[in-house]
Every structure is written in structure tokens, then in C-alpha cells.
Antibody, heavy 121, light 110 residues
Framework: EVQLVESGGGLVQPGGSLRLSCAAS????????MSWVRQAPGKGLEWVSA????????YYADSLKGRFTISRDNSKSTLYLQMNSLRAEDTAIYYC??????????????WGQGTLVTVSS | QSALTQPASVSGSPGQSITISCTGT?????????VSWYQQHPGKAPKFMIY???NRPSGVSNRFSGSKSGNTASLTISGLQAEDEADYYC??????????FGTGTKVTVL
């Protein structure tokens, strides 16, 4: 069974940093593109970032302006999201998702249960 | 990377059919047949429902169908059931090799 388990969320002050992790199992992680998607309280889904499986090429939403960095450790089957200079508007549930094994990878399945990040003083 | 436009809410009675639209641009919805749809119940993670505009993954009811015309994709739910009450989001691959989600539609079963 494919499983994605996020961790690392919590309360952080504005301007602070946080690193999210997503532990993957049940599939060949190193071959799979992965992504982060977030959802602010009561709001819609917002794509954040993606990383390819083989080359590790990264992609980001323009709105992040270089504050977030996606990475992966294939030896640990783990995806990461380093978030710096956090703002109140970054408060959201952050979901990890596997991106389809297609060319190009173009749908998200499955999704983890999400981890809540709250940016507040 | 502006969000794709969806109606905020759509409602229908049990057994009826409803359609949710998803409007983008030629750089996303209109440029590729790479639209997917997701269902999200309150407090739950999204569930993958449709890929490549009109294809259903195994396990998804054939009451769900997708289509596209120009820059607008659509999700139709036929034979509406109480369990279909949820939020629905479209998503598209873009010309920048990124992804964009729709604004979301709340489906209410009357």
C-alpha cells in the first residue's frame, strides 16, 4: 500500500523557519516525482512545489519568491520542504503528494494526511 | 499562476446531475489535456477522481465524468448521492512545467 506521512508542522513565529518531512512507503520513491500542496484554513488548495524523481529538478510557485526549498533523500524515501522567512499567510495544512508516473507527471495521487503549520507571534 | 476559476457552489437533489466548470487559459487548461479533479470531504485529504480531462482511475464511480472545451474543463456528477457532498478542485499542468489548482467548488446535496 502506498503511504505518505507528513511531519514537522507546528507553531512558528513570523520570520522563522521550519522543515517539513514526508516519509514515503509502498512504491519506488527514487523514480517518483513528488509535490507539496497547501491549504490555508477555510481556503482552497494551492500548489507549492514539486521535484522530479530521477534528476531532482525542482519547481516552485511564483508566489513563494525563493523562501521555500524542496528536496528529497532517496536513501530514506523522504521528501522535505524547508520554509524560511515565514509569514502569517503561510499558515496552512501542508500536504505531500506523489505526482503521477506519466510524462509529464501531471496528477497527484495519493496524498498524505497533511501537517499543520501555524505562523503567529 | 492565477488559480483556475470554479463556481463557489453547486447544488442538486439526489439522483440529479450537476456540472462543475473550471476555467483557465491557453497556458494551462486550454493548452494541454492534463486536467485532473479532486474530491475533498471536511477534515480529510483530497482524493484523486479524474485524470487527463476524462479518465477515471480504478475505484472511482462511473457517475463521475470529465470533459473539456477550449479553456474550460468540466466535471459532471450524475445520479447525485449524499456521499458526493464535498469540495471539488480541478488542477492543470501548465506551460511553465508547474501546476495550478482551481478555486474550489462546494457541492451540496439538497
Amino acid at each position: 500500500e502506498v503511504q505518505l506521512v507528513e511531519s514537522g508542522g507546528g507553531l512558528v513565529q513570523p520570520g522563522g523557519s521550519l522543515r517539513l518531512s514526508c516519509a514515503a512507503s509502498g512504491f519506488t520513491f527514487s523514480n517518483s516525482a513528488m509535490s507539496w500542496v497547501r491549504q490555508a484554513p477555510g481556503k482552497g488548495l494551492e500548489w507549492v512545489s514539486a521535484i522530479s524523481g530521477s534528476s531532482g529538478r525542482t519547481y516552485y510557485a511564483d508566489s513563494l519568491k525563493g523562501r521555500f526549498t524542496i528536496s528529497r533523500d532517496n536513501s530514506k524515501s523522504t521528501l522535505y520542504l524547508q520554509m524560511n522567512s515565514l509569514r502569517a499567510e503561510d499558515t496552512a495544512i501542508y500536504y505531500c503528494a506523489k505526482v503521477a508516473a506519466a510524462t509529464p507527471p501531471r496528477w497527484f495521487d495519493p496524498w498524505g494526511q497533511g501537517t499543520l503549520v501555524t505562523v503567529s507571534s | 499562476q492565477s488559480a483556475l476559476t470554479q463556481p463557489a457552489s453547486v447544488s442538486g437533489s439526489p439522483g440529479q446531475s450537476i456540472t462543475i466548470s473550471c476555467t483557465g487559459t491557453s497556458s494551462d487548461v486550454g493548452g494541454y489535456n492534463y486536467v485532473s479533479w479532486y474530491q475533498q470531504h471536511p477534515g480529510k485529504a483530497p482524493k484523486f477522481m479524474i485524470y487527463d480531462v476524462s479518465n477515471r482511475p480504478s475505484g472511482v464511480s462511473n457517475r463521475f465524468s470529465g470533459s473539456k472545451s477550449g479553456n474550460t474543463a468540466s466535471l459532471t456528477i450524475s445520479g447525485l448521492q449524499a456521499e458526493d457532498e464535498a469540495d471539488y478542485y480541478c488542477s492543470s499542468y501548465t506551460s511553465s512545467s508547474t501546476y495550478v489548482f482551481g478555486t474550489g467548488t462546494k457541492v451540496t446535496v439538497l
